[in-house]
């Protein structure tokens, strides 16, 4: 079993930067795919960024230019630093993991219990 736990989430300002985490503990396929959705109140849940294991990138078109996912191989980390805050980048963000490796990132098998974000204007 695979658990993630994000963390990082909170209320700024628009304009304003937060840095969000996630940890993956437990069986972790080293070619694992990682990344983030995020759905606000009455809409579905959007892919915001995700990253393979060779560091491949993707992003949703509404953040390229403000956020950068990252991730850290030897923690089983990712992370996603967020600028230039929006206050329509209000949602919940989720953390999820798909341990078959590839480029796309489609509903991953596994997923954090997510973190709120609140950008005010």
């Known amino acids: 079993q695979v658990q993630l736990v994000e963390s990082g989430g909170g209320l700024v300002q628009a304009g304003g930067s937060l840095r969000l985490s996630c940890a993956a503990s437990?069986?972790?396929?080293?070619?694992?795919?990682m990344g983030w959705y995020r759905q606000a109140p009455g809409k579905q849940r959007d892919l915001v960024a995700h990253i393979t294991s060779r560091l491949y990138t993707n992003y949703a078109d509404s953040v390229k230019g403000r956020f950068t996912i990252s991730r850290d191989n030897a923690k089983n980390t990712i992370y996603l630093q967020m600028n230039s805050l929006k206050p329509e980048d209000t949602a919940v963000y989720y953390c999820?993991?798909?341990?078959?490796?590839?480029?796309?990132?489609?509903?991953?098998?596994?997923w954090g219990q997510g973190t709120q974000v609140t950008v005010s204007s």
């Open positions: 999820g993991l798909d341990p078959s490796g590839g480029t796309y990132f489609i509903d991953p098998p596994y």
């Open positions: 437990g069986r972790i396929s080293s070619i694992a795919v």
